[in-house]
Nanobody, 125 residues
Framework: VQLQAYGGGLAQAGGSLRLSCAFSGRAFTWHGMGWFRQAPGKEREVVAA????????YYADSVKGRFIISRDDDKDLVYLQMNSLKPEDTAVYYC???????????????????WGQGTQVTVSS
């Protein structure tokens, strides 16, 4: 399995960006997916996650109501739509995959087996 995240860039506060993560490998639909971020000097944190079926999602409190995670099982893609961006959203964003058919999304980064290379998101005030 290989993951490639893209779509990051520079946005103004209040703006929007959409991140995409391309999954290469077998059985995308057997994998729960997550988006994580790491800002300079801070620990990696979970941003959003979606289970294998797309039926359940998780959002960190800091992004709830602003970000939307979704998946396209026909294209083996997972998205993170980021709206109402804030300067504190500035970070490197990573997508991750866990091969597990769980009901609820995995929010523990240590449980994810596969990681993308990260894409930089910078939000200016």
């Amino acid at each position: 399995v290989q993951l490639q995240a893209y779509g990051g860039g520079l946005a103004q506060a209040g703006g929007s960006l959409r991140l995409s993560c391309a999954f290469s490998g077998r059985a995308f639909t057997w994998h729960g997916m997550g988006w994580f971020r790491q800002a300079p000097g801070k620990e990696r944190e979970v941003v959003a996650a979606i289970n294998w079926s797309g039926e359940t999602t998780y959002y960190a409190d800091s992004v709830k109501g602003r970000f939307i995670i979704s998946r396209d099982d026909d294209k083996d893609l997972v998205y993170l739509q980021m709206n109402s961006l804030k300067p504190e959203d500035t970070a490197v964003y990573y997508c991750a995959a866990e091969k597990m058919l769980r009901l609820t999304p995995q929010i523990n980064g240590e449980q994810y087996e596969y990681w993308g290379q990260g894409t930089q998101v910078t939000v200016s005030s």
